[in-house]
């Protein structure tokens, strides 16, 4: 605190911080695991189903990738790998959030052609990779996994 007479400290400007493109997904509400896929666990150990996500990078290859996002548990954004598989909806969206920013460091998606093309061809290649894993298995009785649920009709 500041008495009369002595001199005010000013505090700077924070500088704007350019606005970088990643795709936005959100992570499945439920997922096959175990022997079979006969398991099923909600959204990840890091993330609740129905998180919304912010990818920023490709990790090996098409399998994986590194995203932003608010955790299960904690305070804050945390970035972590997550698999392709367990992620749906991406869109391409134009990232302003300091935090998110401070934490991706860039992006892999520069343009907003490069971004939609990359949102389509990962959307594509999750559901390959989510049908795959437990191919020819049946699914349990009530199955709950993201294709089960987005071919139910609604109630």
Not at 7 to 14: A, D, K, L, N, Q
Not at 50 to 69: N, P, R
Not at 101 to 127: H, N, Q
Request: charged residues 25%.
């Amino acid at each position: 605190m500041t008495g009369p007479g002595e001199p005010v400290e000013t505090v700077e400007p924070v500088e704007p911080v350019e606005p970088v493109r990643m795709l936005a997904a959100n992570v499945v509400l439920w997922r096959r695991h175990g022997e079979g896929g006969q398991g099923q666990r909600p959204g990840t150990k890091m993330f609740k189903g129905g998180s919304k996500v912010y990818v920023h990078d490709l990790v090996s290859g098409w399998e994986g990738c590194q995203v932003i996002g608010l955790p299960r548990h904690g305070r804050g954004y945390r970035s972590a790998y997550l698999a392709i598989r367990h992620l749906h909806s991406f869109r391409p969206v134009l990232v302003r959030s300091p935090a998110v920013l401070r934490i991706a460091e860039g992006s892999v998606f520069a343009d907003k052609e490069d971004a939609e093309d990359y949102a389509v061809l990962m959307e594509y290649r999750a559901w390959d990779l989510r049908s795959g894993a437990s191919r020819g298995r049946p699914h349990p009785e009530p199955c709950h996994c993201h294709e089960c649920l987005t071919l139910r009709p609604h109630r």
